[in-house]
């Protein structure tokens, strides 16, 4: 049995969805690649609105099912951003993390010195506190884990290294990084690197890592870059350790969600199902996710919409081939 079931409602959200927000969202070019977090018993999704300048916004939707999101009418305004120092031409592809009696959102963040990793803190998603954009030269697919480890936060990165001459910075690990207080980050190690020649020759992480009994189920995206005219994203899953997730308990020989829907497959960029934000419905007393607790997957399709396909934690655990 797949361990990920695409809803028929797909894609769940479209640039029909989004109002328009004068001056610079009229008729948006694309939506996806949405941060989620369950904030009480709304489901909230972080959007990525490009506009036909291809300018990023980023945009709340709520819903109360999970399935059908209503767009705020006002894009996330994170003050500050025009003063760290540099222009930052976008920020984009948002990963939403509750910690700390709130929610954290990560960001990339393109700077004229490559791509940064912002962070801010929001309570109610409509003010937001900017910690930083952190130090690192090049790093992209930042997420805070939703748990403090003897008072550090962690965060899974990937340093950019730009493999191909002439392509955009991409990279092939998936590293720890440390911090005291969100807003100084100090590189830890390596978690695990991309598989040349297979389905995840460069990787990123996800959606924030989901805490169970069996250890950190982390959902990635892989790259596989060997078809000559076409990357294909794809997603798959690995478990880290709970103690110590620079050790891989785990990780799927194959994909678990792959391009195969038109809407996946045509686009603004083709070929790409990209996982970014997972809600996981039911945890035990102690909040650790169950074999049998409910999630729902949200991920960009094609650079243009954004799609959910549901499952359990303990499907997707058995994806898991133990390292
Ligand atoms: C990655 C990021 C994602 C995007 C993906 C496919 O490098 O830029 O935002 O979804 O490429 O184009």
Same mark, same amino acid.
């Given at each position: 049995?797949?361990?990920?079931?695409?809803?028929?409602?797909?894609?769940?959200?479209?640039?029909?969805?989004?109002?328009?927000?004068?001056?610079?969202?009229?008729?948006?070019?694309?939506?996806?690649?949405?941060?989620?977090?369950?904030?009480?018993?709304?489901?909230?999704?972080?959007?990525?609105?490009?506009? $036909?300048?291809?300018?990023?916004?980023?945009?709340?939707? &709520?819903?109360?099912?999970?399935?059908?999101?209503?767009?705020?009418?006002?894009?996330?305004?994170?003050?500050?951003?025009?003063?760290?120092?540099?222009?930052?031409?976008?920020?984009?592809?948002?990963?939403?993390?509750?910690?700390?009696?709130?929610?954290?959102?990560?960001?990339?963040?393109?700077? &004229?010195?490559?791509?940064?990793?912002?962070?801010?803190?929001?309570?109610?998603?409509?003010?937001?506190?900017?910690?930083?954009?952190?130090?690192?030269?090049?790093?992209?697919?930042?997420? /805070?884990?939703?748990?403090?480890?003897?008072?550090?936060?962690?965060?899974?990165?990937?340093?950019?290294?730009?493999?191909?001459?002439? &392509?955009?910075?991409?990279?092939?690990?998936?590293?720890?990084?440390?911090?005291?207080?969100?807003?100084?980050?100090?590189?830890?190690?390596?978690?695990?690197?991309?598989?040349?020649?297979?389905?995840?020759?460069?990787?990123?992480?996800?959606?924030?890592?989901?805490?169970?009994?069996?250890?950190?189920?982390?959902?990635?995206?892989?790259?596989?870059?060997?078809?000559?005219?076409?990357?294909?994203?794809?997603?798959?899953?690995?478990?880290?350790?709970?103690?110590?997730?620079?050790?891989?308990?785990?990780?799927? $020989?194959?994909?678990?969600?792959?391009?195969?829907?038109?809407?996946?497959?045509?686009?603004?960029?083709?070929?790409?199902?990209?996982?970014?934000?997972?809600? /996981?419905?039911?945890?035990?007393?102690?909040?650790?996710?169950?074999?049998?607790?409910?999630?729902?997957?949200?991920?960009?399709?094609?650079?243009?919409?954004?799609?959910?396909?549901?499952?359990?934690?303990?499907?997707?655990?058995?994806?898991?081939?133990?390292?």
């Amino acid at each position: 049995m797949r361990p990920l079931v695409r809803s028929a409602d797909n894609p769940i959200l479209t640039t029909m969805d989004i109002p328009p927000m004068p001056p610079d969202i009229r008729d948006p070019s694309s939506v996806f690649n949405p941060g989620a977090v369950r904030w009480g018993d709304r489901y909230m999704l972080m959007l990525r609105v490009q506009t $036909r300048g291809r300018r990023t916004r980023l945009v709340m939707a &709520e819903s109360g099912n999970g399935r059908e999101f209503t767009v705020w009418r006002e894009p996330v305004h994170i003050p500050g951003l025009d003063s760290v120092g540099e222009t930052v031409h976008h920020v984009y592809d948002p990963r939403l993390t509750a910690l700390d009696d709130g929610f954290v959102v990560m960001f990339a963040a393109d700077t &004229e010195s490559g791509c940064r990793l912002g962070t801010a803190r929001t309570r109610d998603f409509r003010t937001f506190e900017l910690l930083g954009l952190g130090e690192h030269p090049d790093i992209r697919n930042g997420v /805070v884990f939703p748990a403090r480890f003897g008072g550090s936060y962690l965060r899974l990165d990937r340093p950019n290294r730009s493999l191909e001459p002439g &392509e955009p910075p991409s990279g092939d690990a998936i590293c720890v990084s440390e911090s005291p207080d969100l807003v100084n980050w100090e590189p830890r190690g390596e978690v695990m690197r991309g598989r040349p020649r297979y389905w995840d020759e460069r990787i990123g992480a996800g959606p924030p890592p989901v805490r169970t009994r069996h250890g950190w189920l982390l959902v990635y995206h892989g790259i596989a870059t060997h078809f000559g005219s076409v990357n294909i994203y794809q997603a798959g899953v690995a478990l880290l350790d709970l103690e110590d997730p620079l050790r891989v308990v785990g990780r799927s $020989r194959d994909n678990v969600l792959e391009p195969r829907k038109m809407y996946e497959l045509v686009g603004q960029v083709p070929n790409v199902v990209f996982p970014s934000g997972m809600i /996981v419905d039911d945890v035990d007393d102690e909040g650790f996710a169950t074999d049998e607790s409910k999630l729902r997957l949200y991920y960009g399709a094609a650079d243009s919409t954004v799609c959910l396909a549901t499952g359990t934690v303990g499907g997707l655990l058995s994806a898991v081939d133990r390292a």
